[in-house]
Nanobody, 125 residues
């Protein structure tokens, strides 16, 4: 069993930055592919970015060039650095872990086995 706890959310003005963290406990963190998803009010949860156990990266088009995912296996933590934030980035952000092989389905929620409780990010205009 893997437990994920997100932190770092908050209220920020448009153009500002936030760094989210997701701390994992339980099984060996380095064996998991990790992803970030978000869910805005009234919308479905959507893929944001993912990093494989081998440090391969993928981003949604809407965040490319603004968001950066990274991981520190020594700290069992994955990060999401968010710059140039926009009001449309407002959402609950979730981290997720996948014990499977890294493949073309990294963007799908069903790929991931474990989820955190989410952290709210609000961007004011």
């Amino acid at each position: 069993q893997l437990q994920l706890v997100e932190s770092g959310g908050g209220l920020v003005q448009a153009g500002g930055s936030l760094r989210l963290s997701c701390a994992a406990s339980g099984r060996t963190f380095s064996t998991y592919n990790m992803g970030w998803f978000r869910q805005a009010p009234g919308k479905e949860r959507e893929f944001v970015t993912a990093i494989s156990k081998w440090f391969s990266l993928n981003y949604a088009d809407s965040v490319k060039g603004r968001f950066t995912i990274s991981r520190d296996n020594a700290k069992n933590t994955v990060y999401l650095q968010m710059n140039s934030l926009k009001p449309e980035d407002t959402a609950v952000y979730y981290c997720a872990a996948d014990l499977g092989s890294w493949g073309s389905n990294y963007y799908s929620q069903t790929t991931y086995d474990y989820w955190g409780q989410g952290t709210q990010v609000t961007v004011s205009s």
